[in-house]
């Protein structure tokens, strides 16, 4: 061949892959919503799972007995009934007793009755994982009529009724047994299948790649506007962004923030930056067992010499709010009056000496868990610097260093916390109970017995008003302890195409998207 | 029969690699501090749910009592359950492995294919302009790191041009082939799917090309140097010197032999190619075993860590073997392979 011929032939070939390419890159179908996933879901079994990406795919598959209310269209932290069409609690608090609504169906027809619901807490309390957690408390489920079920307590448990909007307490049809293996209560099966009520079923799985997710034909609510629901697993985050750029993605989860501000920078046309305030707070611990931090004083002085309004809008890009205590914006017991500290280095130096604690030598431990703190670690060294504390930075592999956070093997160490159920409970009983000191979530191994006994109280109040009232005194105390930093609740920030309409942003819900009401225009 | 002797050998071989990789994967994972029990109960779990789960995965048994119901499961043919996913190791691993191994083998080919042609021609146009861009190509494949490689391609290809998908297998809005072979550019011919072929071709275009361009320059380079010491041969001159063309001289006497030593490349290049496909396979979206034990790993699933170590390292001792057996059939005069 000539060298022309061989310059023609490239030309044509070049040419031919440049019309296969175009015809190829239509944006997605009107009717099909592609969402872009970092990492493939893990197991899709409701009472296994404790990872939001898995939830993006069984929360909208499972109905519960109740749901988050949107108000004004907004997400809230109340809830209303799904399943559920009223309830009644006992005088004592440790009765619940449900009706449920008649027609809800499973995906294969069966109806959603009271034994379904009965099965469903058997099971995830027999299996007794992770999402088992908020239901220590339950004795049994009894069925009372077909449509009537009843919950016992062993303990009154205040937030009861928000633990029902769980993705653990997922209703799932009973007919799963017919797939148990070897006493697994069908959990082989469970994790890569759904068998729930809710509008979207899933119907494939190619593993690492794609799940596609189709409307259930049985389905009480109104019909839902997607014919698919495609769940595309994209890990490269700078892929993930072209791919949204392109139209590949209507959805674009987790990108890092400077993936984000070049998104808004650019202006793509078609795309947007969504941002919700979320209740994922970023927060400092303070080993309250070990000297010096034992001391009030130099805990104090720590928390006057770091700027966390520095950190929001040096780091976040300002996508963050400061806190003051340890209830966030946005949930109920949230007390405005407490704010944050200012930053004051000389006062910090103050305390420091009057606490005998001057030449502080301290560590600070972070992992990679998220890739925010390396850049926090180093800031809060600079900070403390000028407050005369020396800092040595210590970064692990993440799970040794949960581990060292279970120990108690640190100084200073860095966190993000979100509730799994939207009640005050999730960050004042978690924070300090002094029982919960360690991993189970006392971080900082805070120990004040007044406090104890208050939020014990506040867990199985029997009013609303009086658990605000045990929370907020509880609150106040704690602050004054100086227990924890309180560095920030992060604003959660979504990339999607701009013709995606009536998503509702829940901040109980990350990384889950109302499929059922959401639709799509051109 | 030397085959049979080769083989019978390095079976034996295998028992003990594989042994011998599940002891040390064993001991180092147990080693790392951390729970899986604890990563799988949530941030937010108490001791008594985690103490639950630990019982239920029997991580609370003795080390070695682990290690040995490991291996008793293992000599049954079962890899175990993934911590993570709750499913069979073997069935991921099933899932994962053939994406892997279509990418690498594809890339290998795509690696033959250019590097020994360049090779042939930079030995026989020995510091003319052909050698020297096989020159810059060796230096620049070697250099360029993978993930940069494939983050321009996608730039470039997928970003600006829109000739190639931005990644995956196969269009997601596509059925995939029926699992034959678990390659989809073998299943999809097999099924007479032309939109299916045609779908994967282009989806593994741009990640094979990034994987086998480092080993373009490096397969090239080796068979010119074979080249270059056939060329200079007594048996060559004779050939020529008997009257034969040049081009049946090269390619019917010289490359064969020159090929031999190449195998060697090819089979340690085959190793490295599985290795660098964990970061190839991220960047494409390319649903293999990369991505699945950079998971595993961070969620201290033991199982499926050791899962993928014993189904590697078992194939990595299989293409020695072959690398060897063709050596027998390459070059009659040897007899005996190490």
Known sequence: MTRRKWVRVLAVGLAVLSLAGVRAFAATPANVLVIGKAADPQTLDPDVTMDNNDWTVTYPAYQRLVRYETIGGKGSTQVVGQLARSWKVSKNKLTWTFELKSGERFADGSPVDASAVKFSFDRLLKLGKGPAEPFHNLASVMVIGPHTVRFRLKQPFAPFLYTLANDGAAIINPKVMVHQVNGDMAQGWLAEHTAGSGAYQLRSWQKGQSLIMTPNAHYAGPKPHFAEVVVKIVPDASARRLQLERGDLDIAENLPADQLNAIKKAGTPGVSVREYPSLKVTYLYLNNKRPPLDKVAVRRAIIDAVDARAIIAGILNGEGKPMGAPIPDGMWGYDPSLKPATRDVAKARVLLKEAGASDLKLRFDYSDADPNWATIALAVQANLADAGIAVKLENFANATYRDRLGKGDFDIAIGNWSPDFADPYMFMNYWFDSANGGLAGNRSFYANPEVDQLVRKAAVAATHAERLRLYRKAQRIAVQDAAYVYLFQKNSQIAMRKDVKGFVFNPMLEQIYNIAEMSKSH | ?338
Do not use: C
Request: aromatic share 10%; charged share 10%; no cysteine.
């Open chain 2, 1 to 338: 029969m030397t085959f049979l002797r080769v083989i019978r050998k390095r079976l034996l071989f295998l028992l003990l690699v594989v042994f011998g990789v599940s002891l040390v994967t064993f001991v180092i994972s147990h080693l790392i501090p951390g729970d899986p029990a604890r990563l799988i109960a949530g941030p937010h779990a108490s001791s008594a749910v985690v103490a639950h789960i630990r019982h239920q995965l029997g991580l609370d048994l003795p080390l070695w009592q682990q290690y040995a119901r490991y291996v008793e499961e293992l000599a049954h043919g079962n890899l175990g359950v993934s911590i993570r996913t709750g499913r069979p190791v073997a069935q991921d691993i099933a899932a994962f492995f053939p994406a892997t191994l279509e990418l690498v083998v594809t890339a290998l080919l795509f690696a033959v294919l250019i590097g020994v042609p360049l090779g042939v021609a930079s030995a026989v146009w020995r510091d003319r302009p052909i050698d020297h861009v096989a020159r810059v190509l060796a230096v620049t494949g070697i250099s360029a790191p993978a993930f940069w490689l494939g983050l321009v391609l996608i730039a470039v290809f997928y970003g600006h041009l829109g000739w190639f998908p931005g990644g995956g297998r196969i269009s997601a809005l596509m059925v995939p082939p029926r699992t034959i072979t678990g390659f989809y550019l073998v299943d999809s011919l097999l099924e007479g799917n032309a939109a299916a072929f045609w779908s994967s071709l282009r989806h593994i275009a741009l990640p094979a090309f990034t994987l086998g361009f480092v080993n373009v320059g490096i397969i090239a380079r080796q068979i010119r140097s074979a080249m270059l010491d056939q060329l200079g041969e007594d048996y060559v001159r004779t050939a020529r010197a008997g009257g034969l063309s040049r081009r049946r001289v090269i390619l019917g006497h010289a490359l064969p032999n020159a090929l031999i030593p190449s195998v060697t490349v090819l089979g340690l290049a085959f190793g490295d190619l599985l290795y660098g496909a964990v970061l190839t396979e991220t960047i494409f979206a390319w649903p293999g075993m990369g991505n699945y034990v950079v998971a595993s790993i961070q969620a201290l699933d033991f199982p499926a860590v050791m899962g993928f170590t014993l189904v590697v390292s078992f194939a990595y001792v299989l293409v020695n073997l072959a690398v060897d057996l063709a050596y027998l059939a390459l070059d009659p005069r040897i007899t005996e392979v190490g």
